[in-house]
């Protein structure tokens, strides 16, 4: 399949991915953010804006740290785009600021959002309390269970969070809400999804302020090594952090790119969310893309350590680019991702996010690397949110002693 990083196409799609499959009620909403997200991204005030508050809201550019004893043990030179120093800990931020921009841009007093590890319902409570903006959050009840200090953290900024106890209680039904919600409330509201999912221009407005990431990571990465990297490393649920990443080297071809999907229990369990192992092309909250679905076409249910990545689809540009061979896909256990996660820890003083871990995971997984092989992980958010999940599982029974 011959390339092309000018997409999507007018329809929204990526080759045969993403478009809008959606009620009609949505479609003038849709098109009401498909003209202000293209006049914006015309407007150099527009875009002074959104860089002056990254700068001194977010804290960008974020570092690109070389670990030094990380890649004493696993070989090659390993850096971390470090995005877990962003406010609020992740990059979702990034995405959170710029639709918070046009959502003022566009005259609309409320925000809707979904959230799974809690971190884009935090960057959006964030980004909405700096603005006088009203913010309900959905998420899945198992996910406030596990993410609880990001609950906290959501209601301590405002945000009214409101549980989902429908369906498989995590990411998946947290997004039917919101969406349901937005449906019932255009007037006055905007919908921030937090990934480069659903219908357009979502994946591609997501994908471009994200895609920041990948921006900074180039000019610093042939400041400190002279050249690009060999190989760049990220999770993919939705896919946002991986994307913001990799799009700036997609003309780079001697540039390998992974992304790495939630492996659960094993593929062959069925507790997983690993969408490019086991799954097949369908229809998920708007978009067309690879889902996680039985012969009938229903939605079947996932698993992760990771909330972030305990989702059933991802991103319809990742879809394209792993048909075209551009980017590759793997997936990292439950375990290995914990392994990882101690791995950073100890060796870097670095407490990942579980979602990240799996990228770590499959660097190490790799090992050893060739000395002059130049790596880069992102290191989409911290572990802060996960230490309370962790401290109950019987290998870090330690942390709970006295």
Not at 271 to 288: E, I
Not at 337 to 365: C, D, K, N, R, Y
Not at 386 to 396: A, E, G, I, N, Y
Request: glycine letters at 10%; aromatic letters at 6%.
């Amino acid at each position: 399949m011959p390339l092309s990083t000018q997409l999507p196409n007018r329809q929204g799609r990526f080759g045969v991915y993403g478009g809008r499959y959606v009620p009609e009620t949505l479609m003038p909403a849709l098109a009401e953010l498909s003209a202000a997200y293209a006049a914006a991204r015309r407007d150099d005030a527009f875009g002074k804006e959104l860089a002056r508050h990254l700068a001194n809201y977010v804290g960008r550019p974020t570092p690109l740290y070389f670990a030094e004893r990380l890649s004493a043990r696993l070989g090659g030179q390993i850096y971390l785009k470090r995005e877990d120093l962003c406010h609020t800990g992740a990059h979702k931020i990034n995405n959170t600021l710029g639709q918070t921009l046009l959502t003022r841009r566009m005259g609309k007093g409320r925000i809707v959002a979904e959230t799974g590890a809690g971190q884009h319902g935090v960057a959006v409570a964030t980004t909405a309390a700096r603005f006088g903006l009203s913010c309900t959050v959905y998420m899945g009840t198992d996910d406030m269970a596990r993410q609880a200090i990001n609950v906290i953290r959501m209601r301590l900024l405002g945000a009214t969070v409101t549980g989902v106890s429908a369906g498989s209680r995590t990411l998946k039904d947290a997004i039917s809400e919101a969406m349901r919600d937005w449906t019932t409330n255009v007037r006055d509201t905007h919908y921030i999804l937090g990934s480069v999912l659903g219908p357009h221009p979502y994946p591609m407005m997501i994908r471009d302020f994200q895609s920041v990431i990948g921006r900074e990571a180039r000019r610093q990465i042939l400041r400190a090594a002279g050249r690009r990297p060999d190989l760049l490393v990220a999770c993919v649920g939705g896919g946002s952090n991986a994307m913001g990443l990799f799009f700036p080297f997609l003309a780079d071809e001697g540039v390998r790119m992974i992304g790495v999907e939630a492996g659960g229990e094993g593929v062959t369990t069925g507790l997983h969310a690993a969408r490019f192992a086991t799954g097949r092309a369908g229809v998920l909250h708007g978009t067309m893309t690879m889902l996680l679905q039985d012969d009938d076409g229903q939605v079947l249910p996932t698993h992760s350590v990771s909330a972030g990545l305990d989702y059933a689809a991802v991103g319809p540009e990742h879809s394209y680019y792993r048909d075209a061979g551009r980017i590759e896909y793997t997936d990292a256990t439950d375990a290995a991702a914990l392994a990882a996660f101690e791995l950073l820890a100890e060796t870097e003083g670095i407490l990942p996010a579980l979602e990240s871990a799996h990228a770590v995971a499959q660097v190490a997984a790799m090992a050893p690397h060739p000395p002059d092989r130049i790596i880069i992980v992102n290191l989409s958010g911290r572990g802060d949110k996960d230490v309370d999940q962790l401290s109950r599982m019987p290998r870090f029974a330690f942390s709970r002693s006295t």
